[in-house]
């Protein structure tokens, strides 16, 4: 199974600010992934990433309110920009391992003021 | 597009016993693959167990057992000699056979056991 980082953990921030996640795999990984757990629900994905191309977004979600960076094999991130308490959210990240399964991060926890 | 279903958002077991979660989902896909997640407080997501859908054999993972019907589109998970540990958010998830590896969610059912 792979390993998964991601930081910070948790934070909280004003409105109209902007905070990058971190997400850091202990091995090569070709896909990886980014989901947001809003309150009380389910998770939702907001885009795919693969290393060496633009980030590949779902219905609902751009580029600019959620920038993500792949620059190598290991490691991604991604910017929830210009904040609104609608975005008070958990985010994670997740990958697949060699076996087809589907890892994710301990994901987090954002709440914006 | 597919869609997952868990109609019990809350339910409860003692310590010891076996309790069953449901989840339906809806697809045209014949190829498909099957998961449940656990989520406890910590956030993490923890795969329990995962089903191919070609497979007519139940999945199993220790205490932890499925009942596939895929005529029925349902996928059960069953919990034996439940936990304290077992407390947590199991979500049931569905994912094309394809090389898009997107999951879909279902909204989750909270599971509460007690002493």
């Known amino acids: 199974s792979a390993v998964i980082s991601q930081k910070p953990s948790r934070d909280i921030c004003q409105r109209g600010t902007s905070l990058t996640i971190q997400c850091q795999v202990d091995?090569?990984?070709?896909?990886m992934f980014w989901y947001r757990q809003q309150p009380g629900q389910s998770l939702t994905l907001i885009a795919t990433?693969?290393?060496?191309?633009?980030?590949?977004?779902e219905s609902g979600f751009v580029i600019d309110k959620f920038p993500i960076s792949r620059p190598n094999l290991t490691f991604s991130t991604l910017t929830v920009s210009n904040m609104s308490p609608e975005d008070s959210s958990i985010y994670l990240c997740?990958?697949?391992?060699?076996?087809?399964?589907?890892?994710f991060g301990s994901g987090t926890q954002l709440s914006v003021l | 597009a597919q869609t997952v279903t868990q109609s019990q958002p809350e339910m409860s077991v003692q310590e010891a016993e076996t309790v069953t979660l449901s989840c339906t989902y809806d697809?045209?896909?014949?190829?498909?693959?099957l998961f449940w997640y656990k989520q406890p407080p910590s956030r993490q997501m923890i795969l329990v167990i995962r089903?191919?859908?070609?497979?007519?054999q139940n999945a199993t993972e220790n205490r932890f057992s499925v009942n596939f019907q895929k005529a029925a589109k349902s996928f059960s998970l069953k919990i034996s000699d439940s936990q304290l540990g077992d407390a947590a958010m199991y979500f049931c998830?569905?994912?094309?056979?394809?090389?898009?590896?997107?999951?879909?969610f279902g909204k989750g059912t909270l599971l509460t056991v007690n002493p």
């Open positions: 089903q191919e859908a070609y497979k007519q």
């Open positions: 697809t045209s896909e014949s190829d498909y693959y």
């Open positions: 997740s990958v697949v391992g060699d076996n087809g399964k589907l890892f």
């Open positions: 990433a693969n290393q060496g191309s633009e980030a590949t977004y």
């Open positions: 998830a569905y994912r094309s056979a394809g090389s898009n590896y997107k999951l879909t």
């Open positions: 091995s090569q990984v070709t896909m």
